[in-house]
């Protein structure tokens, strides 16, 4: 068999995977410092006391679906779901990383620079890395919207991502390999 893997990838060097996300999840974390109300992970480092109301019983570490009025109900997917947010383009960076306006389950803004998950841009000052940036600025100008999966942090701090765009949410990161405007990168995320 291919392991899972869409063959079609394969064959013009892209081995990653969407992940499964939604938008609006949050975890709960219990207060490290002993206070007895549900710390909620926003994700990003962003932590909030006293956004759970209501009486239903959860766990460290449960995944929810935090909606308006501030009511959360558990999430019933069963399987790793990872961070996603709907976003704002604030400007492309570069080939593989962009500067997004990130909006948190509770409607917080963030602004946070994400690097493109599993793909590998020319530097900027090049021919191939312009040409990558102004592939990527023809799709994002400045308030498109975005959509966000995150994973870890890379090196220099930035979120590792997976970016998706225009009404069919194309994949960037596989249009970026796929185009030749960028290079498969195997970043263990």
């Known amino acids: 068999g291919d392991n899972g ?16 996300g939604k938008t609006g999840l949050v975890k709960l ?67 593989d990383t962009l500067a997004l306006r990130i909006v948190l389950a509770d409607g917080t803004l963030l602004d946070e620079r994400i690097r493109l998950r599993g793909v590998d841009a020319a530097e900027l000052l090049t021919p191939d890395g312009e040409a990558a940036a102004a592939f990527v600025g023809r799709r994002l100008q400045r308030g498109s919207q975005v959509r966000v999966h995150t994973f870890s942090s890379d090196r220099y701090g930035r979120y590792v991502g997976d970016v998706y765009y225009g009404k069919e949410w194309v994949w960037l990161n596989q249009e970026l390999v796929e185009k030749g405007k960028a290079k498969f990168l195997d970043m263990k995320a």
């Open 5 to 20: 893997l869409d063959m079609a990838r394969v064959k013009n060097g892209f081995y990653l995977s969407p992940r499964a």
């Open 29 to 95: 974390e219990r207060d490290e410092f002993g206070a007895p109300d549900w710390v909620v992970n926003l994700g990003f480092n962003v932590r909030r006391r006293g956004l759970l109301k209501g009486g239903r019983t959860f766990a460290e570490g449960d995944i929810v679906s935090l909606k308006k009025g501030t009511r959360a109900m558990t999430a019933d997917d069963g399987k790793t779901v990872r961070y996603c947010y709907d976003a704002r383009v604030l400007k492309v960076v570069d080939g």
